[in-house]
């Protein structure tokens, strides 16, 4: 078994001295370093201590950060020798408050865009899947490229790729499937989806996703007040019961490795399915092999009692 060395401290081992590891490239052109059980020993308790104190200091640090980037303006002048010494009052006014005021803007496009009337489709099944790509993992600062939508019975509710507000490139690597800049540079803004997304809500009960909880995080606007939402993810992690010590619960597999256990033929799609569309698929197949193995599990379980 192989693992980065941050994937080794995620599981509470740390690097023995002296080694080196192999070096391998990944699909993207990434490098990483990847030791194995033999090169790595677990944490000390005092150094499990050192991981934790040194994660708190990082946030205290950023807590005065933002805090600071909030005052700034309300600071006299003859106190602002007080602010942190990394205070950096260029980043400040050129990179700090017009990404405000970006975010100001877009709240207001949202806010309007939620004004409009829904879209209605038709979705017998009453279940939908979703999956979105990104330019990265935090809903507050990355955008999202691509929403894409199936029912219950796989028929298309929605593929679109969207234009971002905040990044204008993205590192290769961003997401599963990547997503050249021009692939999106006349793609509709994600508030010029609402009405359609709205309306897609609002012909199901059950919301379906791999990681539903980061992409609701992404489309936090809409209302899912009702809606049962599954997360593949979650309920496969015991399934495969690959234990994580350090967390004491179970560890999130990947879509594929979910795809792969259930036996999904990626190339069951069409060639021009690609991308979140693609996992969509993956995902559905994927709940409906959980839900029946879920189904036989409950019934050996009876026959027992």
């Not at 590891?21 to 308790?45: A, K, W």
């Not at 929605?158 to 590192?171: A, D, G, I, Q, T």
């Not at 990681?211 to 936090?220: A, C, D, E, H």
Request: with cysteine.
């Amino acid at each position: 078994m192989e693992k980065t060395e941050k994937q080794w401290k995620k599981l509470g081992f740390v690097l023995k001295d002296g080694v080196t590891g192999v070096e391998r490239t990944q699909q993207y052109g990434s490098r990483y370093t990847y030791y194995t059980e033999n090169e790595v020993r677990p944490l000390t308790e005092e150094e499990k201590l050192q991981i934790k104190e040194k994660a708190r200091e990082e946030r205290r640090l950023q807590r005065i950060l933002l805090k600071a980037y909030k005052d700034y303006e309300r600071y006299p002048e003859d106190l602002k020798i007080k602010l942190p010494l990394y205070f950096d009052e260029r980043f400040y006014k050129n990179r700090y408050l017009p990404f405000k005021e970006k975010q100001k803007e877009i709240k207001d496009l949202i806010e309007k865009a939620l004004q409009k009337e829904a879209v209605p489709c038709s979705n017998p099944s009453r279940i939908i899947v979703i999956d979105i790509e990104t330019t990265g993992f935090n809903e507050y600062h990355e955008d999202v490229l691509q929403i894409s939508i199936i029912d219950g019975d796989g028929n298309i509710m929605l593929n679109s790729y969207v234009k971002p507000y905040y990044n204008s490139r993205w590192f290769l690597g961003a997401g599963l499937h990547y997503i050249a800049p021009e692939m999106v540079a006349g793609a509709p803004e994600l508030h010029e989806l609402i009405p359609q997304l709205k309306g897609i809500l609002d012909s199901c009960d059950t919301v379906i996703g791999y990681n539903t909880g980061f992409v609701i995080s992404f489309l936090n606007f809409l209302d899912y007040s009702g809606k049962k939402e599954e997360d593949v993810m979650e309920d496969f992690a015991p399934i495969y019961g690959e234990w994580l010590p350090s967390l004491e619960s179970h560890k999130w597999q990947t879509l594929g490795t979910c795809a792969d256990y259930y036996g999904y033929d990626w190339n069951s799609t069409e060639d021009s399915v690609s991308g979140a569309l693609r996992d969509c698929y993956a995902i559905l197949h994927c709940y409906r092999c959980l839900k029946e193995q879920m189904k036989t599990i409950m019934n050996q379980c009876r026959k027992k009692e």
